[in-house]
Protein backbone atom coordinates (compact mmCIF):
# COMPACT_ATOMS: atom_id res chain seq x y z
CA UNK A 1 0.00 0.00 0.00
CA UNK A 2 1.04 3.44 -1.24
CA UNK A 3 2.07 5.39 2.30
CA UNK A 4 0.28 8.61 2.66
CA UNK A 5 3.35 10.54 3.71
CA UNK A 6 5.90 11.95 1.41
CA UNK A 7 9.28 12.55 1.97
CA UNK A 8 11.72 14.18 -0.63
CA UNK A 9 14.62 12.65 -2.24
CA UNK A 10 17.78 14.09 -4.15
CA UNK A 11 19.72 12.75 -7.11
CA UNK A 12 23.28 12.54 -6.28
CA UNK A 13 26.07 12.93 -9.18
CA UNK A 14 28.87 10.55 -8.54
CA UNK A 15 32.59 11.85 -9.24
CA UNK A 16 33.28 8.64 -11.56
CA UNK A 17 29.99 9.21 -13.70
CA UNK A 18 29.19 5.90 -13.45
CA UNK A 19 31.94 5.36 -15.71
CA UNK A 20 33.54 2.04 -14.04
CA UNK A 21 30.70 0.01 -12.76
CA UNK A 22 28.74 -2.60 -14.68
CA UNK A 23 26.45 -1.77 -17.93
CA UNK A 24 23.46 -3.20 -15.72
CA UNK A 25 24.41 -1.53 -12.55
CA UNK A 26 21.95 0.95 -11.22
CA UNK A 27 24.91 3.11 -10.71
CA UNK A 28 26.19 2.84 -14.42
CA UNK A 29 23.85 5.94 -14.89
CA UNK A 30 26.53 8.29 -12.79
CA UNK A 31 23.70 9.08 -10.25
CA UNK A 32 22.59 7.53 -6.54
CA UNK A 33 19.32 8.55 -5.18
CA UNK A 34 19.21 9.51 -1.34
CA UNK A 35 16.15 10.86 0.49
CA UNK A 36 16.38 13.50 3.33
CA UNK A 37 17.14 12.25 6.60
CA UNK A 38 14.91 11.36 9.10
CA UNK A 39 14.58 10.75 13.33
CA UNK A 40 15.01 7.44 12.32
CA UNK A 41 18.51 8.33 10.85
CA UNK A 42 19.31 10.16 13.97
CA UNK A 43 18.31 6.72 15.97
CA UNK A 44 21.37 5.49 14.09
CA UNK A 45 23.77 8.58 14.69
CA UNK A 46 23.30 8.45 18.33
CA UNK A 47 23.60 4.21 18.78
CA UNK A 48 26.88 3.98 20.74
CA UNK A 49 27.39 0.32 19.80
CA UNK A 50 27.15 1.58 15.90
CA UNK A 51 30.24 4.37 17.19
CA UNK A 52 32.09 2.09 18.93
CA UNK A 53 32.44 -0.64 16.50
CA UNK A 54 33.15 1.98 13.52
CA UNK A 55 29.75 0.93 11.30
CA UNK A 56 27.95 4.32 11.92
CA UNK A 57 28.12 6.09 8.98
CA UNK A 58 28.08 3.30 6.55
CA UNK A 59 24.66 2.18 8.69
CA UNK A 60 23.38 5.92 8.05
CA UNK A 61 24.47 5.67 3.95
CA UNK A 62 22.73 2.19 3.65
CA UNK A 63 19.52 3.68 5.47
CA UNK A 64 19.67 6.83 3.52
CA UNK A 65 20.18 5.54 -0.29
CA UNK A 66 16.59 4.66 -2.04
CA UNK A 67 18.02 3.59 -5.59
CA UNK A 68 16.44 0.49 -6.00
CA UNK A 69 18.83 -3.03 -6.67
CA UNK A 70 21.41 -1.46 -5.20
CA UNK A 71 24.59 -2.70 -3.27
CA UNK A 72 26.50 -0.47 -1.24
CA UNK A 73 29.49 -2.87 -1.19
CA UNK A 74 30.18 -2.25 -4.82
CA UNK A 75 30.16 1.21 -4.12
CA UNK A 76 33.51 2.63 -5.43
CA UNK A 77 35.41 5.03 -2.48
CA UNK A 78 35.47 8.18 -4.18
CA UNK A 79 31.59 8.26 -5.08
CA UNK A 80 30.94 6.89 -0.86
CA UNK A 81 32.50 10.22 -0.20
CA UNK A 82 30.37 12.04 -2.57
CA UNK A 83 27.89 10.62 -0.95
CA UNK A 84 28.39 11.38 2.36
CA UNK A 85 29.15 14.84 1.59
CA UNK A 86 25.62 15.31 0.22
CA UNK A 87 23.80 12.97 3.10
CA UNK A 88 25.82 15.89 5.30
CA UNK A 89 24.42 18.57 3.21
CA UNK A 90 20.74 17.11 3.06
CA UNK A 91 20.84 16.71 6.64
CA UNK A 92 22.34 19.73 8.65
CA UNK A 93 23.46 22.66 5.33
CA UNK A 94 26.62 23.05 3.96
CA UNK A 95 28.31 25.31 6.55
CA UNK A 96 30.76 23.69 8.04
CA UNK A 97 33.13 24.77 11.05
CA UNK A 98 36.59 23.97 11.12
CA UNK A 99 39.69 25.47 12.93
CA UNK A 100 43.37 25.33 11.20
CA UNK A 101 46.19 26.50 12.79
CA UNK A 102 44.29 29.06 15.41
CA UNK A 103 41.94 30.12 13.02
CA UNK A 104 38.20 29.86 12.51
CA UNK A 105 36.77 28.97 9.07
CA UNK A 106 32.87 28.43 8.12
CA UNK A 107 33.63 26.03 5.20
CA UNK A 108 30.58 25.92 2.67
CA UNK A 109 30.11 21.94 1.95
CA UNK A 110 28.29 22.43 -1.71
CA UNK A 111 31.30 24.40 -2.99
CA UNK A 112 33.33 21.43 -2.80
CA UNK A 113 34.66 20.21 -6.28
CA UNK A 114 34.73 16.79 -7.70
CA UNK A 115 38.29 16.06 -8.45
CA UNK A 116 39.91 16.35 -11.81
CA UNK A 117 40.32 13.07 -13.71
CA UNK A 118 41.16 12.34 -17.62
CA UNK A 119 38.11 10.16 -18.32
CA UNK A 120 39.87 8.99 -21.13
CA UNK A 121 41.88 6.63 -19.17
CA UNK A 122 38.60 4.64 -18.33
CA UNK A 123 37.17 1.95 -20.23
CA UNK A 124 33.29 2.59 -20.10
CA UNK A 125 31.89 -0.54 -17.75
CA UNK A 126 34.91 -1.59 -16.38
CA UNK A 127 37.10 -1.43 -13.32
CA UNK A 128 40.32 -2.30 -14.60
CA UNK A 129 43.77 -0.21 -15.20
CA UNK A 130 46.69 -1.26 -17.14
CA UNK A 131 50.18 -0.21 -16.18
CA UNK A 132 53.85 -1.09 -16.66
CA UNK A 133 55.31 -0.87 -13.22
CA UNK A 134 58.82 1.20 -14.33
CA UNK A 135 61.87 -0.19 -12.68
CA UNK A 136 60.93 -3.66 -13.15
CA UNK A 137 58.73 -3.55 -16.50
CA UNK A 138 56.10 -6.09 -15.07
CA UNK A 139 52.97 -5.32 -16.56
CA UNK A 140 50.27 -5.13 -13.74
CA UNK A 141 46.19 -4.89 -14.10
CA UNK A 142 44.81 -3.01 -11.29
CA UNK A 143 41.18 -2.21 -9.99
CA UNK A 144 40.03 1.01 -7.82
CA UNK A 145 38.41 -0.01 -4.74
CA UNK A 146 34.73 -0.11 -3.54
CA UNK A 147 33.41 -0.21 -0.23
CA UNK A 148 33.32 -4.46 -0.21
CA UNK A 149 37.15 -4.52 -0.69
CA UNK A 150 37.85 -1.76 1.95
CA UNK A 151 35.66 -4.43 4.29
CA UNK A 152 37.64 -7.25 3.42
CA UNK A 153 40.96 -5.36 3.93
CA UNK A 154 40.05 -4.52 7.30
CA UNK A 155 39.48 -7.85 8.21
CA UNK A 156 42.52 -9.68 6.84
CA UNK A 157 44.29 -7.20 8.64
CA UNK A 158 42.71 -7.72 12.12
CA UNK A 159 43.16 -11.47 11.24
CA UNK A 160 46.73 -10.91 10.55
CA UNK A 161 47.36 -8.75 13.44
CA UNK A 162 46.17 -11.53 15.97
CA UNK A 163 48.99 -13.83 14.48
CA UNK A 164 51.07 -10.87 15.08
CA UNK A 165 50.48 -8.24 17.21
CA UNK A 166 53.93 -6.38 16.74
CA UNK A 167 53.50 -6.68 12.55
CA UNK A 168 52.25 -3.82 9.96
CA UNK A 169 50.31 -5.15 6.80
CA UNK A 170 48.32 -1.72 5.77
CA UNK A 171 50.22 -1.14 2.53
CA UNK A 172 50.65 -5.25 1.33
CA UNK A 173 47.26 -6.10 2.19
CA UNK A 174 45.78 -3.45 0.11
CA UNK A 175 48.02 -3.81 -2.46
CA UNK A 176 47.23 -7.63 -2.82
CA UNK A 177 42.98 -6.22 -3.35
CA UNK A 178 44.03 -3.61 -5.94
CA UNK A 179 46.22 -5.57 -8.35
CA UNK A 180 43.94 -7.86 -10.30
CA UNK A 181 47.09 -9.51 -12.62
CA UNK A 182 50.96 -9.43 -13.25
CA UNK A 183 51.87 -10.21 -16.39
CA UNK A 184 49.38 -12.07 -17.19
CA UNK A 185 48.61 -13.96 -14.10
CA UNK A 186 44.95 -13.75 -12.42
CA UNK A 187 45.68 -16.05 -9.86
CA UNK A 188 45.13 -14.44 -5.92
CA UNK A 189 48.11 -16.85 -4.86
CA UNK A 190 50.59 -15.58 -7.97
CA UNK A 191 49.78 -11.71 -7.00
CA UNK A 192 50.16 -12.47 -3.35
CA UNK A 193 53.51 -14.10 -4.31
CA UNK A 194 54.70 -11.25 -6.25
CA UNK A 195 53.43 -8.45 -3.37
CA UNK A 196 55.11 -10.05 -0.82
CA UNK A 197 58.22 -11.13 -2.25
CA UNK A 198 58.73 -8.93 -5.89
CA UNK A 199 56.94 -5.80 -6.01
CA UNK A 200 60.23 -3.11 -5.35
CA UNK A 201 59.21 -0.10 -2.77
CA UNK A 202 59.65 2.15 -5.70
CA UNK A 203 57.43 0.75 -8.09
CA UNK A 204 54.78 0.34 -5.05
CA UNK A 205 55.17 3.95 -5.14
CA UNK A 206 54.55 4.65 -8.86
CA UNK A 207 51.69 1.99 -8.88
CA UNK A 208 50.03 3.98 -5.69
CA UNK A 209 50.40 7.56 -7.75
CA UNK A 210 48.69 6.43 -11.15
CA UNK A 211 45.73 4.66 -8.43
CA UNK A 212 45.30 7.98 -7.29
CA UNK A 213 45.53 9.62 -10.57
CA UNK A 214 42.56 7.87 -11.98
CA UNK A 215 40.53 7.47 -8.65
CA UNK A 216 37.53 9.37 -8.65
CA UNK A 217 36.64 11.74 -5.59
CA UNK A 218 36.07 14.52 -3.87
CA UNK A 219 37.97 17.05 -3.28
CA UNK A 220 38.45 17.68 0.75
CA UNK A 221 40.23 20.76 0.60
CA UNK A 222 39.40 24.44 1.48
CA UNK A 223 41.57 27.61 1.45
CA UNK A 224 43.89 28.63 4.15
CA UNK A 225 45.12 32.30 4.75
CA UNK A 226 48.33 32.66 7.25
CA UNK A 227 49.34 35.74 9.13
CA UNK A 228 50.92 37.53 6.30
CA UNK A 229 48.10 36.66 3.34
CA UNK A 230 49.54 33.92 2.03
CA UNK A 231 46.89 31.23 0.47
CA UNK A 232 46.77 27.77 0.14
CA UNK A 233 44.90 24.76 -0.24
CA UNK A 234 44.78 22.31 3.14
CA UNK A 235 42.67 18.90 3.35
CA UNK A 236 39.37 19.23 5.56
CA UNK A 237 39.68 17.36 8.42
CA UNK A 238 36.59 15.47 9.06
CA UNK A 239 35.81 15.69 12.31
CA UNK A 240 33.06 14.43 14.99
CA UNK A 241 30.87 17.70 14.51
CA UNK A 242 30.43 16.51 10.60
CA UNK A 243 27.16 14.44 10.95
CA UNK A 244 27.00 15.64 14.95
CA UNK A 245 26.61 19.07 14.41
CA UNK A 246 25.91 19.92 18.33
CA UNK A 247 28.59 17.31 19.51
Given at each position: M?????????????PSKGLLYPKDSPLADGTIELKYMTAKEEDILTNQNYIRNGTVIDRLL?????????????????????????????????????????????????????????????NKGENNFTFNLPHTDNQV???LLTHGDEKKIEREIEGLKKLNKEGSFEVTTRLKYMITSVNGLTESKDIRDFVDNFLLAKD??????????VQPDVEFKFTHTDDIGREEEVPLAIGLDFFWPDA
Open positions: ESKFKLPTETVELKSLVVTENFDYNELLIGDKNAVMLSARILAYGKDYDVTYEGKKYTVDLSALDTKKVDKKLYTFKARELRKKYIE
